[in-house]
Structure formats: C-alpha cells, structure tokens
C-alpha cells in the first residue's frame, strides 16, 4: 500500500532503511567504530538503492514491478551489508552461506508480494453465483 504513486516521498526509503540500519548497528557494535561506520553506510546506500528502484520500477504501477521490488530492497540491503562486513571483519561463512542469504532475502520478499497481490480482489456479481 505504501508504495502507491505518489504516497512515498522521494528519500522515503533511505530514511526508513538508514535509521533502521543505524540503531542496529549503535545497539549491537557498541564500541567498534571501524565496524560501525561501513554498516552505517550500507544501510543509507541500502535507502538509496530502494529510493531509485522505487521511481524507476514504479511498483504501484503493476504486480510485477512491485514484486521485483519486493525482491530487489532486501537483497541490496542484506548484500550490502554482508559487503560492509566482508571489508572491515571479513566474513567466515562460506560463499554458498551469504549468497543463499542474499537469495533467500530476495526470494521471501518475492513471496510475500506475490501473496498480496496474487488473486483479485472478489467482486459483487462473483459472490451472487
């Protein structure tokens, strides 16, 4: 629903997903600075993507533009912030382990909008037969 034209105001994403990514990371890395930041700025370039894929697919246009959508902003946000750990603590898990994660990510959001947005909605004259 949000992300019917004109509801979402251009930064919108990068606000949600930013703030959400920064108090993450202040609650959880509590005193690694070099860790902090490369999160931090993930998650706003995270925004940023979703930002510029939400005026360029238009997801409010059609089921299909939404579900790539729905797909596309959690797989950016959970690859960059894998990236960000990769380059400031590297990452012990094996490359079938993250890239299933960043799959998984994308196909759940996937899922979930083509749940939404799957069957049309009943009409009057289908609920009389």
């Known amino acids: 629903l949000a ?5 979402v105001p ?3 994403f990068t606000i949600m997903i930013g703030l959400y990514v920064l108090f993450t990371v202040l609650m959880r890395q509590k005193y690694d600075v070099g860790v902090q930041v490369p999160l931090a ?5 995270s925004g940023v993507v979703a930002d510029l894929l939400n005026v360029w ?8 533009a939404l579900r790539a959508f729905a797909a596309l902003v959690p797989a950016v946000a959970t690859a960059a912030s894998i990236l960000a750990l990769a ?3 590297g990452v012990w898990w094996s490359i079938h382990l993250w890239a ?3 799959v998984l990510a994308g196909a759940t959001g996937w899922l979930l909008a083509y749940l ?4 049309p909605a009943p009409t ?6």
């Open 57 to 64: 697919l238009r997801p409010g246009q059609s089921n299909s």
């Open 41 to 45: 700025v993930a998650g706003v370039l």
């Open 87 to 89: 380059m400031t603590q």
């Open 100 to 102: 299933g994660a960043v």
């Open 3 to 7: 992300v019917r034209p004109g509801r």
């Open 116 to 119: 939404v947005t799957s069957a």
């Open 124 to 129: 009057a004259a289908s609920a009389t037969e």
């Open 10 to 12: 251009a930064g919108s």
